[in-house]
């Protein structure tokens, strides 16, 4: 691992915590004073992805909260553990629960749109306002984007892991995920790389991309639970996405019965790019909730 490389993970785990949810260790970085704001991330992820958002919604009195879903990041990567969406959304339950968080602002972004949903379906009264952004809440019509297909294919995705050095990475990180490429360095981008790495050469992140449960069972339960929901919705997203396009951005909002989305000039990183404006777009849902 290079220098750079290793301190900007120490800087990141300083600015966090570990805790515990359901037997598995993990990390969550917190900042501010205010409503909860649970931020979710997806895949190749960690909490990481809203270091530039979390000082920012904190700075409009909100209580920014990321934490790692257990097999990325910081979190331990427990074998035998359930990395199905059903298995990671029990799993969130359990850390919201651990950090002691009643009522929240939930922010969702790739997998972590289905997974985040599928527990706030499952607790409505507790969620005060949901954001969606660049994820997919249809999964029976979901396909996984040209990058990330090899990883769900058992031996081709361990070797596609394995060919897929620092460089190609950093390439298809920029190619896929930034409109704007100077907004991070390649030290950055490679701090995901190893995130995702560590402990056990990409073990869990492979066995959940192949978690995912893209079934018309999962499709009923979003649009059903979603659609009784009583609490707003927002969809920001970022619009250059060669992944998850505008088309699925339409599909979330017919899922979400959402108008009017806030369009950034992004890729699918947009927390990367324009940390600023999602801020603001999250606290101007947010703010006047409670």
């Not at 915590?17 to 260790?25: I, L, N, Q, S, T």
């Not at 704001?37 to 809203?50: N, T």
Request: proline fraction near 7%.
């Amino acid at each position: 691992m290079k220098p750079e490389v290793a301190q900007l993970i120490d800087i990141h785990s300083a600015a966090g915590r570990r805790f515990e949810a359901g037997g598995v260790r993990s990390f969550v970085r917190e900042q501010g004073r205010g409503p909860n704001v649970i931020l979710l991330h997806g895949v190749p992820a960690s909490s990481f992805l809203y270091r530039k958002v979390i000082p920012r919604l904190a700075d409009q009195g909100l209580r920014a909260i990321a934490l790692d879903f257990p097999g990325l990041g910081l979190a331990d990567r427990p074998r035998g553990f359930d990395y199905t969406w059903s298995g990671l959304a029990r799993w969130l339950g359990e850390a919201i629960d651990a950090l002691e968080v009643d009522r929240c602002h939930l922010v969702v972004h790739d997998i972590g749109g289905p997974i985040g949903c599928e527990w706030a379906v499952a607790n409505p009264d507790r969620v005060l306002s949901l954001t969606a952004l660049n994820t997919d809440l249809s999964p029976a019509t979901f396909r996984r984007p040209w990058t990330m297909h090899p990883f769900s294919i058992r031996g081709l995705g361990e070797v596609w892991l394995r060919a897929t050095p620092p460089p190609l990475f950093a390439a298809l990180f920029r190619l896929q995920g930034l409109g704007d490429r100077s907004a991070m360095s390649t030290a950055e981008i490679y701090v995901y790389r190893e995130l995702l790495m560590r402990l056990d050469r990409g073990r869990a992140f492979l066995q959940i991309m192949r978690g995912f449960e893209l079934t018309e069972a999962k499709d009923r339960l979003l649009a059903t639970g979603l659609g009784r929901r009583s609490y707003p919705a927002r969809v920001v997203w970022g619009e250059q996405d060669p992944a998850l396009g505008l088309d699925h951005m339409a599909r979330v909002q017919r899922v979400l019965d959402v108008d009017d989305p806030v369009l950034l000039p992004a890729r699918h990183f947009l927390q990367e790019d324009q940390a600023g404006p999602l801020a603001y777009a999250i606290a101007d849902q947010v703010a006047p909730l409670g």
